[in-house]
């Protein structure tokens, strides 16, 4: 089935076209300056990029311009629209509303309204793309997949927070995770490269500008690093990762922020960033480091050292762990940090083959022979596993 992925932003559109069985992809892009004066960058595998300035005041025009491009004789790669068989959208926040990927109707919208105090910055961007289909193509399927879904299957024991227990129950204060699209590829691909245990304990390591860590057993969530919003866990891009809330106080009263500021500070300015003083891009920490600059080696130390210990904590609280998997920007391709991260944990039953983890970007068991614990880089590809809901959900 033939599946057009959306990914809304405030002021940009991702998109992909590709088949449901198989993953082939037909087309790519990205619709930016939405709202500004508009700019669509199409990609056609085999073909010369396509960059065209058109006008975009809001998204419909965006998704106007996506399928006008598909559409195109030179440029296109379908006929007719008629050959999209159904819209799947990437939405980050589903709250408690949401525990699986559903097709989209008035009652998923108003759900997916309802979580836009858990999700202020994505949730009403998704809402734009998903309307703006709508608008456009109202009898096209369209599906709704959640990066929050897949870490509901955590116990309370992981998700509640200790504070008073009234926010839970009043305001849907939990742990909710994100990247979850990406923890289900790529943990689901584990257990396969496992050769399909019965019983599976699997660490999956998003690490990129936004990083996160997952303990998955028998392919369900049991926790993950972020929490109530993306800003948990440990040290990101810019993101500070978890901090003493005490912190927030003492600065806020000594230099007049505000909340938004202060929050500002922990989401734009930490992070390997607030570090290092040099970059949120890791290769500018390496370039930096290898020329001698003590913060940006301290900033590279921090994350290592976070991450190894959060790998600790989640073999401990699954009794065991069986594989250990490197997804994402910086755990696909940063064969020197994957190899640091896992230095020490001989303990564990991890040896990892220094010749085999020299790759990147492709999908290999790197486990030295005779290692306990699989160490496996698996690519993420969450707009297959968004086509396939999509897909499986239009079929029934």
Do not use: W
Not at 109 to 121: F, N, T, V
Not at 157 to 172: F, G, R, S
Not at 185 to 192: C, G, H, L, Q, T
Request: glycine content about 10%.
């Amino acid at each position: 089935m033939k599946i057009l992925i959306i990914n809304a932003g405030s002021s940009s559109l991702k998109y992909q076209f590709m088949e449901s069985e198989g993953g082939e992809v037909f087309a790519k892009g990205l619709c930016e300056r939405i709202g500004i004066d508009g700019r669509l960058t199409h990609k056609v595998p085999g073909r010369e990029d396509v960059k065209q300035d058109i006008p975009m005041p809001t998204h419909s025009e965006a998704i106007q311009a996506v399928l006008d491009i598909m559409v195109d004789p030179q440029k296109g790669v379908i006929a007719s629209t008629d050959e999209i068989a159904a819209v799947g959208h990437r939405v980050l926040h589903g709250g408690m509303a949401f525990t699986k990927s559903c097709i989209i109707d008035d009652a998923c919208i108003a759900a997916i309204e309802k979580c836009i105090p858990l999700g202020p910055l994505h949730n009403p961007a998704n809402l734009m793309g998903i309307r703006a289909c709508q608008a456009i193509m109202p009898n096209t399927p369209q599906v709704a997949v959640f990066d929050t879904a897949f870490h509901m299957t955590m116990p309370p024991k992981a998700y509640i927070y200790a504070i008073p227990y009234e926010y839970y129950e009043k305001d849907d204060v939990r742990r909710y995770g994100f990247h979850g699209t990406s923890h289900r590829y790529v943990s689901a691909r584990a257990i396969d490269m496992l050769g399909n245990p019965e019983h599976s304990k699997v660490i999956c390591c998003h690490l990129g500008n936004g990083s996160s860590l997952s303990a998955v057993v028998d392919g369900k969530c049991v926790d993950t690093t972020m929490g109530l919003g993306p800003l948990a866990g440990f040290p990101m891009g810019t993101r500070s990762g978890d901090v003493d809330a005490t912190i927030l106080e003492y600065l806020m009263g000594r230099y007049g922020y505000d909340i938004k500021e202060m929050l500002n500070i922990l989401n734009k300015k930490s992070g390997v960033l607030g570090i290092s003083g040099v970059s949120s891009d890791f290769r500018d920490l390496d370039d930096a480091a290898a020329q001698g600059n003590e913060r940006a080696a301290l900033a590279l130390e921090k994350f290592v050292y976070e991450v190894k210990k959060f790998i600790g904590a989640y073999a401990s609280a699954m009794g065991g762990v069986d594989a250990i998997v490197f997804t994402a920007g910086i755990g696909e391709n940063s064969c020197d940090l994957r190899q640091k991260i896992c230095e020490g944990l001989s303990y564990m039953g991890v040896e990892m083959d220094a010749e085999k983890n020299n790759v990147r970007g492709k999908e290999v068991d790197v486990s030295a022979a005779g290692s306990k614990v699989k160490v496996f880089v698996i690519p993420t590809n969450e707009e297959l596993m968004i086509a396939m809901d999509t897909a499986e959900l239009c079929k029934k």
